[in-house]
């Protein structure tokens, strides 16, 4: 098996991360982030704003007539787009340089059970989160059968439980012999059915393909953040790692360094972060990190 690999701050490819003077926009990819309904906007936005800080080029959110302008009060860099359904979806999709999706923050479930399938049918590189992953609680293999290799889940814990019943039985069962089901065991397990990407969120995050590679991004001790527990966090993390894979980043390496990078906002922030701080954190990290002085 893969040794467990520790993310350190000389894993961030800041090749990768920076842009040239000779770029433009459409170099650096174009994120769709789809929306729900009235007055559950905003964790779309979240994710939308943290898709574009973290350098896509284009950032388009699709939210529902319904809740159009309630979008449109709230963005100005991030483009809008009204998609009702699958079928607007799809048509959306037919333009080739939207190349990396994210559907599950504030989506709702049953928007979630109807965009989901049309998401994954388009296989594009592709986030599925929150209400993306509780919408199929009760039929998981709909959805691994419909998932791809471009794809990455990043449930938390709850959301885990949902999908994998039996890997959060063995997780919270207590061992009477070594070693212990670890959460390193649950997402190499549960990457390997879903066959994508999985981010376990957490203190510590555990990122596992299916082929058993695995990513951990310990918060504790000196690179504790315990101000990541707010409402919306999750949300900017998966537009981090939308973000990153509109910018052709693989699957695995944007889920890790999606990770890396949101700690390090919350750690350059300090206390009294709220989600909305995250995305606006990144110029400082990303200033510390290109002149060298960030710290393991």
């Not at 943290?50 to 302008?69: C, F, K, S």
């Not at 048509?91 to 999706?101: I, Q, T």
């Not at 944007?254 to 709220?274: D, K, Q, Y």
Request: proline content about 7%; hydrophobic content about 45%.
């Amino acid at each position: 098996m893969t040794p467990v690999h520790l993310l350190e701050t000389s894993d961030i490819d800041l090749n990768a991360l920076s842009k040239s003077s000779a770029d433009h926009k459409y170099g650096h990819g174009h994120a769709l982030v789809l929306a729900g309904g009235p007055g559950k906007t905003g964790a779309a936005r979240l994710a939308a704003r943290g898709a574009l800080r973290i350098g896509a080029g284009l950032v388009t959110l699709g939210a529902p007539p319904a809740a159009y302008h309630e979008s449109a009060m709230h963005l100005t860099a991030i483009m809008l787009r009204r998609i009702e359904d699958r079928s607007g979806l799809a048509a959306a999709l037919e333009d080739p340089r939207l190349n990396a999706l994210c559907l599950g923050p504030g989506l709702g479930q049953e928007r979630a059970r109807d965009l989901v399938p049309a998401a994954l049918t388009a296989v594009r590189p592709t986030v599925l989160d929150a209400d993306a992953l509780s919408a199929f609680a009760d039929t998981p293999d709909t959805l691994f059968d419909a998932l791809h290799d471009a794809c990455v889940l990043t449930p938390h814990g709850g959301e885990f439980a949902r999908l994998f019943p039996d890997l959060a039985e063995k997780l919270s069962g207590r061992p009477t012999s070594g070693p212990a089901y670890s959460r390193v065991d649950a997402a190499r397990e549960a990457a390997r059915r879903a066959g994508c990407v999985l981010l376990l969120k957490g203190p510590d995050t555990v990122i596992a393909d299916p082929d058993g590679h695995c990513l951990l991004n310990a918060a504790v001790y000196d690179r504790a953040a315990p101000w990541l527990a707010t409402a919306g966090a999750g949300d900017v993390l998966a537009g981090f790692i939308t973000g990153l894979l509109a910018r052709g980043f693989p699957p695995l390496k944007a889920a890790g360094t999606a990770a890396w990078l949101h700690v390090e906002c919350a750690r350059s922030f300090g206390p009294g972060l709220i989600a909305e701080d995250l995305p606006e954190q990144l110029p400082q990290v990303f200033r510390e990190l290109f002149n060298g002085r960030c710290n393991p």
